[in-house]
């Protein structure tokens, strides 16, 4: 029987990471994506431990790409008319903003993040867009077991909402289409009210 | 017993020509495709070598705004899928697009100049591409973009592999497009410290295996085919069968791969798995090989896990030195160049390696294409982040 579990987090509301970061010094790598999706999954878990070669399959939607720096970097490549310069991009643009950035734009970070927190080595892959593309990846698993399959919305409000959910290959109905934070949240009845943790 | 499972059909876009024909012939000609960047003024970065994607010999072009992997991505489809006689016999429905790709384009310089900005508006939307070619091409099934990174486009082939096996009546449209060659983008890889800082020709900036490799240069372009069974495919579009599919997370570093290959080896072993074969069947593989410092030595002892004493003597090879790194189509291109070489009958050399790194153990071909009977290719990929993809190919016969 498939379980889930949702999270949401307002603009402004810290995300509990460090309550589940084994490595602390690696919390500069997170964004705010990432750092929702390792705490949903990891109380989607609530400390059971699961095989190493458990799959791990995620979606994203549209990255938050104006906490990432942007607007620094305009600032520092415009010319005396206000206009783009490929020369003060280079000597000073491109370096208005911390190479840690770059680590928070790929795709890739949220899973990979939690793949190494939680020691997670199996199938994967990282979709984008919230709908039916990640079952369509997950469902080519050959894994017999329970797998684990997440999505995170970054609101255009600065809010995420995560759901996590473990479930089989026979539980995913590749017939159904829509939001995929609430197919996921379907597949274990999640309830959102009830499991969402506000920490100051 | 399972269907046998085919790549069907081509669409490429790449740095060393658009178009089978073209590419077949860089690919078996060994012509270099990086060059000084042109798609941007890059003239002062640090470093500015690219690998362009180009058509008859030019580089293809594009304004700031333009997303160049969504016009790559067409570009291929159409290429594919005009005219794809497999791909016909299948009813919409029963047509799917599974699909790597990259991060979305930003147009800095546009985001740049607009003095009230609304960034969303300078954003690409890879996704709509996607959507275009699957209206224009009838996929009324399922739709997936694979955005894992450097080992997207292998990972999309992979699951289109195993849905089409699972249910032969299916025809996917499978590969990727990709292009970091945008300002945003590149700073970006600078700041990981990936990019080769290579003073000399800019044709010679990627040397996979060599002893003086010294990093990446970023590559573009698509990579497209059709994935479909035995009771669909046109026996005249088959490149070639494919039979093993695995991936893996390394869990181990968010800056460097596991330097043992541990888990880079397993998803090959997977792969031979999934294929019902032994490590004793594969003729040849196709690396990852990006001529970064920490890729290859992975590679190689990935190399040592699956084949164990046979590992020094199976002929290795990887394109990056020639077209450089497509990152989310890396897998798409480098496959159907591995499909090439698995019809040719033939490991071509590594462009750039001229003195391979003796550390690594590994049997890179030098000189002259080493002409031998291959059944098997095994295609490796690996992603910033620990991701791993291997593909199985067999000789279509």
């Known amino acids: 029987m498939a379980t889930a579990r949702f999270e949401s987090w307002q603009a402004q509301e810290p995300i509990p990471l460090k309550e589940y970061l084994r490595q602390r010094k690696w919390a500069k790598y997170y964004d705010r994506r990432s750092a929702g999706a390792l705490v949903v999954v990891a109380r989607l878990l609530d400390g059971r431990a699961v095989e190493a070669r458990t799959p791990i399959h995620w979606a994203l939607g549209d990255l938050e790409f104006q906490d990432y720096g942007l607007e620094s970097i305009r600032e520092h490549s415009r010319d005396s008319r206000g206009i783009w310069s490929a020369e003060r991009f280079a000597l000073e643009g491109m370096h208005s903003v911390s190479p840690l950035t770059q680590f928070k734009v790929l795709y890739n970070m949220p899973l990979c993040l939690a793949s190494m927190e939680l020691g997670l080595v199996g199938e994967n892959s990282v979709t984008h867009g919230l709908d039916e593309g990640l079952l369509v990846c997950a469902a080519a698993s050959r894994w017999e077991g329970e797998m684990i399959l997440g999505a995170t919305r970054c609101r255009a409000d600065g809010g995420i909402d995560c759901v996590a959910a473990l479930a089989r290959r026979d539980e995913l109905d590749l017939s159904r289409r829509g939001d995929i934070l609430e197919i996921l949240r379907s597949l274990g009845g999640a309830d959102p009210e009830a499991s969402r943790e506000v920490v100051p | ?397």
Request: aromatic share 6%.
């Open chain 2, 1 to 397: 017993m399972s269907p046998r499972v085919f790549l069907c059909g081509t669409g490429v876009v790449s740095p060393i020509g658009s178009g089978w024909d073209e590419f077949r012939q860089g690919v078996m000609e060994g012509i270099p495709g990086s060059a000084d960047l042109s798609v941007f003024d890059g003239s002062r970065l640090p470093v500015h070598h690219a690998a362009e994607a180009r058509r008859g010999g030019k580089v293809i072009p594009s304004d700031d705004a333009t997303d160049r992997k969504s016009i790559f991505l067409e570009m291929a489809a159409r290429e594919l899928l005009s005219g794809h006689s497999g791909w016909r016999k299948v009813p919409s429905s029963g047509r799917w697009a599974i699909l790597g790709g990259g991060i979305e384009h930003f147009d800095l310089a546009g985001y740049t100049g607009d003095p009230d900005p609304d960034w969303r508006v300078y954003q690409g939307r890879y996704r709509i591409a996607v959507d275009r070619i699957c209206q224009e091409f009838g996929v009324l099934g399922l739709r997936s973009v694979n955005v894992s990174a450097c080992v997207g486009a292998t990972q999309a082939l992979g699951a289109a592999f195993r849905h089409v096996r699972a249910d032969p009546g299916l025809a996917v449209l499978s590969g990727g497009a990709d292009s970091m060659l945008s300002p945003l983008h590149y700073m970006g890889f600078h700041h990981l410290g990936a990019l080769s800082e290579w003073k000399g020709d800019p044709a010679r900036a990627c040397k996979p295996f060599d002893a003086d490799r010294c990093g990446i240069v970023l590559g573009e372009g698509s990579g497209l085919t059709v994935v479909q069974s035995e009771r669909t495919a046109e026996p005249s579009e088959i490149l070639a069968e494919i039979v093993g599919y695995g991936s893996s997370l390394d869990a181990h570093m968010v800056t460097d791969p596991d330097p043992e290959g541990t888990q880079l080896a397993r998803c090959a072993l997977d792969a031979l798995e999934d294929a019902g074969i032994r490590p004793e069947d594969v003729d040849c593989v196709h690396l990852h090989g990006t001529g970064t410092p920490k890729n290859e030595p992975a590679e190689a002892n990935a190399m040592r896990r699956i084949f164990g004493a046979r590992a020094k003597d199976v002929p290795v090879y990887s394109l990056k030195g020639q077209v450089g790194h497509l990152v989310g189509a890396c897998g798409a291109v480098e496959t159907l160049a591995a499909a090439l070489c698995l019809r040719e009958q033939v490991v071509l050399p590594t462009v750039n390696c001229q003195r391979p790194d003796p550390s690594l153990g590994l049997r890179v071909v030098m000189g002259e294409p080493l002409r031998m009977d291959i059944r098997h290719v095994l295609k490796l990929n690996a992603a910033f982040g620990g991701q791993n993809a291997a593909l199985l190919l067999r000789r279509w016969e």
